[in-house]
């Protein structure tokens, strides 16, 4: 990926951060990612007074996407807070799974800027995906 691609997610998660419900946590996050044909969809995390409700930010990008009309996922940036690494949760990596490959960037940032890359394959491996259910 280019500076300038990192750049545009970086600036998209930023927009949804800004507008994330966080009122329990206060840990607002914003996520952003490209699908192969270049557009930029992003989602903020939406909590709920009953807790378990709540939604992560990386749902809301990924419901933006299919929403939208785009079923792949090129690359996703999630924006987190503090001092530590804001990996998409358990679940975000089986959604980011369902819609990316092995080798797609997830790429995590802190509100200064990037922090680190991983690939899904390294924050989900041995997963399971559609091709399991593929029937010949
Ligand atoms: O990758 C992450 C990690 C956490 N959260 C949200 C869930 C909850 O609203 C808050 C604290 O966990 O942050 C996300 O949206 N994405
Ligand atoms: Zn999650």
Redesign the pocket.
């Known amino acids: 990926m280019t500076d300038d691609a990192i750049d545009a997610l970086f600036r998209a998660a930023e927009a949804a951060r800004a507008h994330?419900y966080?009122p329990?946590?206060r840990?607002?996050?914003g996520?952003a990612l490209v699908t192969p044909d270049g557009a930029v969809h992003a989602g903020?995390?939406?909590?709920n007074a009953a807790y378990p409700v709540?939604?992560?930010?990386?749902?809301g990008a990924i419901s933006a996407m299919v929403a939208g009309g785009s079923r792949a996922i090129a690359a996703i940036l999630?924006l987190?807070d503090g001092e530590g690494l804001?990996?998409?949760?358990g679940a975000?990596r089986q959604r980011i799974r369902e819609f990316g490959a092995e080798d797609t960037p997830i790429i995590v940032a802190g509100p200064e800027g990037v922090r680190r890359r991983f690939t899904l394959g390294e924050l989900l491996p041995v997963s399971f995906g559609p091709e399991n259910l593929a029937r010949g």
């Open positions: 994330a966080a329990y946590s840990f607002a996050v996520a903020c995390n939406v909590e709540g939604a992560c930010a990386e749902a999630v987190g804001c990996t998409p949760c975000c």
